[in-house]
Every structure is written in structure tokens, then in C-alpha cells.
């Protein structure tokens, strides 16, 4: 097991063991393979780099490189399709450890010979690992301080070399939480940030940025190809793409509207002509109204019809009719599933509840749900019809103090 | 199918608002550093560059003023110039990159370079945070509090705010006080100052070869061009988020910045010339640089300026120790975060705290001479300039990471000047302190 730490620097010398150059990076070849293999060396004499490939190394090990020959072919250094340098583009370098639902550095890399072949194998991610280049070569030894994520594992490397990024479905980093992945990627520059939301399926990036500020999230979508954020924006929930397109330019925000699916866009729209502090401004349209005259049974199919997932199916907001959007009531989930099936809804539904107005306070509207611990508040017209609903993680959003809203500053202020 | 649509099959009839959607958002999308909002907002490069007038700053002007007359303005007229240019380059950097300046060291530079750069910003913010307790103590006892009061109390303070989260509130009151120094423009208007002689002072350059002179304009550069301010724009634009989409604007807030803090300071120095250098009169308490405010303030000089530099060194001090742990914990990958405990992130909780207590204890020391002090930190800072410059340039002009952002003929021509002016400098300062020229 080397070190890429433990190499550079050493020199790199003929059959005959006379040096002539020093090892200044290693070339990898990032293609297929899940490790990849090493493929040259860029070499330092003097003030002259040079590229040497690795079918002329005979030996290596942590004293340096032999030579398999006297003729040594030159050739100038030149970046290649799916090459990169590990010390150019991998030391130092960001990374996500999954396992740990953390952002930590490339302080080391380990290469081993795997079949004959020099390949890298892990990333030592540890302090210790630091301790070991920054101190005189082989002060200090390696112990079981190192920790060592296998290359395997490593799902995303923030680097300007686009080949270097790990081209490895992103899947284990798709199953955490939205939150966990929202923090990852908030410890992100935003040009990396993008990267990885790309590489997520839509709906899994847009949670993933419904859980990031609106600013971080313009940001990061303002950076992304335009058809993918717009798939990303129609993947999220009405309110959080209307406060998203808030952020952004107005020729940016129209651009990405044209490219959503016209209902999404109205919807959003609809959410954006609204201001921003009222009950208006922080709702969602995303909520299943159902008429009265449904029985239960009538309700279930119904729901069970819409196929897609709704947000907020907790509370059921009954219309007077299939025309009118009149609030007349409020359903519960629980109510709905414990009552008979045959019983009309407007027997089984809640006909004293409480609403807003879209233009009341947003604050206001919040300090309500929290007081009367409601999932979601309904937001009326001046004619009782409801326009949509609050739900409680925005109200919660409302009422935390400032502090603890706000991300984690990402670099010193 | 979205659940509205649904109802929307169900009968319901749009509001209407979608074109009010598409109005609201023509109107809301000015750019994006809105006028009023910015003003409201200080920018980056206003908040990173009055940076420069703390308590070091005030001091070390102060002193050029009343020691050397109006002779050294032309030198500030042109650092206005560095400054602007050094601090463009690193704000241009983060909106281009995302990244703060330690980081980008980090994974640029290898760990040795790091290790090193990041010694020398923990050695030159260390003593400026010792420069501001020192200014803290100055200030309060202009009010007449002892220092082995009033520091205790303080440091304990500034850590208790930083903390607990509230301190956003109070630095809006800090800053408020900071304006006092404004005056320090009027009073130099109202001190009558023979103007030809300002104008000469501005543009004819002049220079003294002894060690003192040499000290006091190293002084005058390293806090003009604090390498703290530099590291704080950079971190201070990502953290905006800002990106070279709206980088227009943030360029024009940087000179904004740059112009503004450089005015006051030249003002500083034209006061203290008119009111100090032409009594003679030394300044080496706080009290003979309050002096200065007279002509604007009669006998509210004192406890003017006593406002003004408590204000001044609240801020710097706060900020510093917070800066300065972030940067570390970030260039090697330490926990960080205020809100956790010694045991969650003990060395960025552990040099957060160790700058302040260095800071209050060293303000403690009975007989320091204040003003002398807060000089010496400016040497220091004028000193590990070049180490921070010298980064800066090197990632400034890298094609890889800067693509057409990086730097141009023009600003690398001031760039390296000023570097080499200021390594000669330090050189020269070496020099005379063994082997005196003059």
C-alpha cells in the first residue's frame, strides 16, 4: 500500500538507477473501472515537465519510480479525455462520505497494486493523513488513526476537471434523508452544489432544495441547465418554486417558466401575485378539495385515483359542490377512513374551522396554526373560496427565531 | 396529475392571477442588490474595508498626522489604488469560484503552503485582536474605567454574544458608532488647514531613510491593507452568495468600500496635521489624538472619539476571533460552528476563545504603551502582507480556475507593485533596525 503523499517529490530514475527527473503528479485513468488505473507520470527536471507512461516504469515504491529502459521518450504534458492528475484534481479535494452524511477532504490518497496493475484504491480523509505531509517524509508513520474511505464509496468529488467527477450513479447519496443531502450540499461551492442536484433524479433534487434557502437555492439552479432545473422546479411544491423564482433575474425566472409544463407554471404564477408577507405568500395550491355530496367510499376512490402523491392529504378541504370551490368544511384522514363508506362526507366533515384570508398576515396566520396545533391552514377569498392552503412547516419556518433558520455560514464571515 | 389540476377538472375557474404572477415578477426583479435594500444592507467590499479603521488604524493615522505633518497622504492616494485593486481581485475570486480564500489555498497550494499562510493569518489577526482590547480599554478609560474592569467585562461579553447568536443585533450598534469618525472630516475642514499645503502632500511624494519614518509606513500600509480584509471580502461575497452574474454591482461596492474607508483615513491624517503637527504635539495617548477632534467638537472631542473607537474595536474584535477560527477549521478540515460545544469542535471553539482571552489579557498588561502597541501590529500586519499577496495573485491568474475571470495586464501590474514595494519595505525595516542609515 503507497501513499500518493509518499511519492511526490521522489525521483524517478533510469534501469541503471541515475535520476534525472522527480515525480511531480500521477496520471489516472478515470474510465469504467470502479478503481482506477494509473496510467503515467508527469515528471519535473529543473523547470521542464514531461509526461512519462507507466508502461515504462519497472518498479515503484515509496523511494521512487525505476525506469524499465535508458530511452526515455519525452513528450510534453497534455490533459486527455478521461485523465486526471491526483494531485492536481484529487488532493485536497472535496468529497461526500455518505456513510457519514459528510463533507470531508482528500488529505491522502492510497495506491495499491491490484493484479499487477497500480490503482488507486481509497482516500485517507484524516487528520493524521495531513500530519504525515506536512511533517519531514516518514516522521510520521501510518497507524489506524487513518481513516480511509475505499474509492469505490467515494460518490462525488468537487474538482474543475469535469472528468474527475465520479461519473457513478449517485444512488447511495439519493436514499438519505433531503435535509442530509440539502446540508452536503450546502457545504458545497454553488457551481459543485449543481453538480451534484444534476446527478439526482428530479424528484429527489427538488426535496433536496425545497430544504435549502431561497437565495442558495436560486443560486444553485441559476447554475444548472435550464431543462433540468425547470423539470426540477415542476418536481417541487408550488410555493417553494414560486419563492425560488423570486430570487432569480426576471429573464432567468420567464426563461425556466416557459420550460415547465404549463399547469405547473400557472400554478406557480398564481403563488407569485401574491405578497410576500401575507397568508397569500406562504401558501401552497397544492391541496385536495372534494364536494360534499361525496359519500366516504366516493372520497377513497377518488383519492386513490389521483395517482400522484398530493402534499398534504391529512386534511381534506370540502367544496359546497363539484363547481363552487366554497370552503365548507374540513375532512381529516382520520375521520375519512374510521367513518361508514356509505355516509356523505358532509356528515362526517368539521363544519366549524378556522381560515385566512389571503391577504391577512403571514406571521399572524402562523401564531393561529401553532395556538390551534393545525397541519394546515385553509386560505380564503373574500367570497369563502378557498385559494390554498399553509401548511406547518411553513408556519414553523415563520415563527423560529432568525438564527436558527439561516444555514451554517459556509466559509468565515 | 397535480391534485389542483384535479379541481381544476372539478370545475374551478383560475383566478386570473397568473398574469398578476408574471407583473409581480417583472417588478420584484430588479437587480439583484435592489438600491434602498443595499443601502439598508451593507455590501461586502463597504463592511470588509472599514476594516482598516479600527483602533490600529486610528492610532497609526493619528500618529503619521501629528508626526509627520501632511507628508504622508501620498502615500495613502495611491494604496488607494492597491487597495482597490486587492480587494476587487479577491472579491472577484469568490463570486467566480464559490470559494473563500483559505479554501482556495487549500486545494490549490498543498499543505505545507497552507500551513504556512495560515500561521501568518493567525499570528497577524491574533495581534489585531490584541490591538482592538487595546483600543477597548483606551476608549473606556477616556470615560474614566479602569481597564481591569472594563476588559474583563468585555471580552467576557463579546463571547457571550458571539455565542448565543445575538450578536447581529448589537452590531448594528457598533456600526452606528463608527460614524463618528465622519467627523473627522469636518473637523479637518473646520481646522483650516493650509490647503497647498494638503495638495503637495498628496502628490509630491517624499521619503525618509531612518528606521522610525520606515516603521510607521510599513504601519500605514499593513493597516490600509489588512490581509484580514482580504480573506473577509472573499468570504463575505460567497457568503452572499453573489457570482459574477450580478458582479457589476459588487465591484462598484468594493471601490465604493475602498474610496470611502481611504477618505476617512486621509481625513484623519489632514486633521491630526492641522490640529497635532502644527502644536507639536506627540500623539501617544488617546487622549492627544481625541484632541484632534476639537475644531468639530469642542469639548465633546474626547468622548466622541472615545464612542467612535469603542464602536470601532467592538466590531473588529468580535468579527476577528470568529474570522480567523472559521478560516483555520476550513483550510484543514476541522469542525466548525459556533453553536457547538468545545467537545463537537474544540479547535475552532478553542482558537475563537484563545483570541479573545489573548486578546483581553494582553490589554491588561499594566504600562503598555498603547499607542506604541497598536503601531507595532500594524508592522506585523504590513509584514505577512506579501505572504497572503503573493497567493492571491498566484490563484488570480490561474487559467483554470479563473477561466476569463482572471486577472488583466493592469491590475497584475499594480498587484505585483505593491507587493514588491511592500516586501522592500519590510526588508528596509529589517535593515535599519540593526544598522541604523540615516
Known amino acids: 500500500m503507497l501513499y500518493l503523499s509518499q511519492l511526490i517529490g521522489q525521483p524517478i530514475v533510469d534501469r541503471a538507477g541515475g535520476k534525472f527527473a522527480s515525480i511531480k503528479d500521477i496520471i489516472i485513468f478515470t474510465g469504467n473501472d470502479t478503481y482506477p488505473t494509473l496510467t503515467g507520470l508527469v515528471a519535473r527536471s529543473w523547470t521542464r515537465e514531461f509526461f512519462i507512461n507507466w508502461s515504462q516504469v519497472s518498479e515503484l515504491d515509496s523511494k521512487g519510480v525505476r525506469l524499465s529502459s535508458f530511452k526515455i521518450d519525452l513528450q510534453p504534458f ?22 457519514d452524511r459528510r463533507i470531508v477532504r482528500a488529505n491522502d490518497v492510497e495506491i495499491a497494486q491490484v493484479n499487477g496493475q497500480y490503482r488507486v484504491v481509497g482516500v485517507d480523509v484524516s487528520f493524521q493523513a495531513l500530519l504525515r505531509r506536512l511533517a519531514p517524509r516518514g516522521v510520521v508513520r501510518q497507524s489506524n488513526r487513518s481513516e480511509v474511505i475505499d474509492w469505490a464509496d467515494v460518490e462525488y468529488l468537487a474538482s474543475e476537471m469535469p472528468v474527475v467527477r465520479l461519473k457513478v450513479s449517485m444512488d447511495r447519496l ?32 427538488a426535496d433536496a432544495l425545497e430544504e435549502m434557502s431561497p437565495e442558495r437555492q436560486a443560486n444553485i439552479i441559476g447554475g444548472m441547465d435550464e431543462e433540468k432545473a425547470a423539470d426540477i422546479l415542476e418536481e417541487m411544491e408550488p410555493d417553494d418554486a414560486a419563492d425560488l423564482l423570486g430570487e432569480l433575474p426576471e429573464e432567468k425566472a420567464t426563461e425556466l417558466l416557459s420550460l415547465m409544463e404549463k399547469e405547473e407554471s400557472e400554478e406557480v404564477l398564481e403563488l407569485l401575485s401574491y405578497d410576500e408577507d401575507t397568508a397569500g405568500g406562504t401558501m401552497t395550491t397544492d391541496f385536495t378539495p372534494v364536494p360534499q355530496d361525496f359519500t366516504a367510499a366516493q372520497a377513497t376512490d377518488y383519492l386513490r385515483g389521483l395517482g400522484e402523491p398530493t402534499g398534504m392529504i391529512y386534511y381534506l378541504f370540502v367544496t359546497e359542490s363539484i363547481e363552487s370551490h366554497k370552503l365548507v368544511g374540513i375532512l381529516t384522514l382520520r375521520d375519512l377512513i374510521l367513518s361508514d363508506p356509505q355516509k ?37 377569498d373574500e367570497t369563502g ?16 427565531p432568525e438564527n436558527w433558520q439561516g444555514r451554517l455560514p459556509r466559509v468565515s464571515i | 396529475m397535480k391534485p389542483i389540476s384535479a379541481a381544476k ?29 443595499y443601502l439598508g444592507i451593507l455590501g461586502p467590499g463597504l463592511i470588509a474595508a472599514s476594516a482598516g479603521n479600527d483602533a490600529g488604524g486610528i492610532a497609526t493615522y493619528s500618529s503619521a498626522g501629528a508626526g509627520y505633518g501632511y507628508s504622508f497622504l501620498w502615500m495613502l492616494f495611491l494604496s488607494t489604488f492597491s487597495l482597490g485593486v486587492i480587494q476587487e481581485m479577491c472579491a472577484r475570486m469568490g463570486a467566480a469560484t464559490g470559494k473563500g480564500l483559505s479554501e482556495l489555498i487549500r486545494e490549490n497550494f498543498g499543505i505545507r503552503w497552507t500551513a504556512f499562510v495560515m500561521l501568518c493569518v493567525l499570528f497577524a489577526n491574533g495581534t489585531t485582536v490584541i490591538s482592538e482590547f487595546i483600543g477597548i480599554a483606551a476608549a473606556l478609560e477616556l470615560f474614566k474605567i479602569p481597564r481591569y474592569v472594563s476588559i474583563p467585562i468585555v471580552t467576557f461579553s463579546v463571547w457571550w454574544l458571539v455565542v448565543k447568536g445575538s450578536y447581529s443585533r448589537v452590531e448594528k450598534i457598533f456600526l452606528l458608532m463608527t460614524f463618528v469618525f465622519l467627523g473627522y472630516i469636518v473637523s479637518a475642514f473646520l481646522a483650516k488647514p493650509d490647503w497647498g499645503q494638503v495638495a503637495r502632500g498628496t502628490l509630491i511624494p517624499t521619503f525618509h531613510l531612518d528606521g522610525s519614518y520606515i516603521a510607521l509606513f510599513l504601519a500605514t500600509v499593513g493597516t490600509t491593507i489588512t490581509p484580514y480584509m482580504q480573506i473577509s471580502v472573499q468570504s463575505l461575497v460567497v457568503e452572499r452568495g453573489i457570482t459574477m452574474r450580478d458582479y457589476a454591482m ?17 481625513f484623519i491624517v489632514i486633521c491630526t496635521a492641522a490640529t497635532l503637527y502644527t502644536h507639536q504635539i506627540k500623539v501617544d495617548t488617546a487622549e492627544q489624538a481625541a484632541a484632534a477632534l476639537e475644531p468639530f467638537a469642542g469639548v465633546y472631542a474626547k468622548a466622541l472619539f472615545a464612542i467612535g473607537l469603542f464602536g470601532a474595536s467592538m466590531l473588529a474584535a468580535s468579527v476577528l476571533p470568529l474570522a480567523t477560527a472559521y478560516s483555520i477549521s476550513e483550510a484543514f478540515g476541522f469542525e466548525k460552528g459556533i453553536s457547538r460545544s468545545f467537545k463537537e469542535a474544540p479547535i475552532f471553539m478553542g482558537i475563537f476563545t484563545g483570541l479573545l482571552v489573548l486578546g483581553g489579557l494582553t490589554a491588561m498588561i499594566p504600562g503598555l504603551p498603547l499607542i506604541q502597541v497598536l503601531i507595532i501590529v500594524q508592522v506585523v500586519n504590513g509584514l505577512l502582507l506579501p505572504v497572503l499577496l ?16 482572471r486577472n488583466g495586464i493592469v491590475f497584475n501590474g499594480i498587484a505585483w507593485a505593491t507587493t514588491v514595494v511592500v516586501i522592500a519595505l519590510s526588508i528596509l525595516l529589517v535593515i535599519t533596525a540593526f544598522h541604523p542609515l540615516a
Request: charged residues 30%; proline residues 2%; aromatic residues 6%.
Open chain 2, 9 to 37: 377538472e372539478v370545475g374551478r375557474v383560475l383566478a386570473g392571477r397568473g398574469a398578476k404572477g408574471l407583473e409581480r415578477l417583472r417588478r420584484l426583479r430588479l437587480p439583484r442588490y435592489r438600491f434602498l435594500a
Open chain 1, 78 to 99: 497534455q490533459r486527455r479525455e478521461n485523465e486526471a492528475l491526483l494531485v492536481r484534481d484529487v488532493l485536497d479535494r472535496q468529497i461526500i462520505d455518505v456513510d
Open chain 1, 344 to 380: 356523505p362526507i358532509s356528515e362526517i366533515m368539521l363544519k366549524e374551522f378556522l381560515s385566512v384570508h389571503y391577504d391577512d398576515a403571514a406571521l399572524e396566520s402562523a401564531r393561529l396554526m401553532a395556538e390551534y396545533n393545525l397541519l394546515a391552514l385553509p386560505v380564503l
Open chain 1, 174 to 205: 439519493a436514499k438519505l434523508h433531503p435535509v442530509e443531502i440539502a446540508r452536503l450540499v450546502d457545504s458545497l461551492s454553488y457551481h459543485e452544489g449543481a453538480e451534484v442536484l444534476e446527478s439526482l433524479d428530479d424528484e429527489t433534487a
Open chain 2, 250 to 266: 459588487e465591484r462598484a461596492d468594493v471601490y465604493f468600500g475602498v474610496i470611502t474607508s481611504n477618505l476617512v483615513a486621509f
Open chain 1, 385 to 400: 373560496e378557498i385559494q390554498g392552503i399553509i401548511t406547518a412547516d411553513d408556519a414553523v419556518n415563520l415563527l423560529l
Open chain 2, 390 to 405: 503573493v497567493s492571491i495573485l498566484r490563484l488570480v491568474n490561474d487559467e483554470e480556475l479563473m477561466g476569463e475571470h
